[in-house]
């Protein structure tokens, strides 16, 4: 007998073997489904929402120095 514990919602849960348990290590293929909604959203994590400005700031600020 196998016991976990799911990493998503934190629940316990005993199988008799990994194979028997398609959703391993998570209790439910609900949370596996979260897990992978997870890793989802940070491969497509939306780039450019910051603005630009110590960067260009700084460029020009060193011109003045000369
Ligand atoms: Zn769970």
Do not use: Q, V
């Not at 630009?52 to 060193?62: C, G, R, V, Y």
Request: net charge negative.
């Amino acid at each position: 007998m196998i016991r976990a514990r799911c990493p998503i919602c934190g629940k316990n849960f005993e199988t008799a073997t990994i194979d028997a348990w398609p959703g391993f290590p998570f209790c439910s293929d609900r949370c596996k489904l979260i897990d992978l909604g997870r890793w989802i959203d940070g491969n497509y994590a939306i780039p450019g929402a910051e603005e630009p400005k110590e960067d260009e700031l700084n460029a020009d600020d060193a011109e003045d120095h000369g």
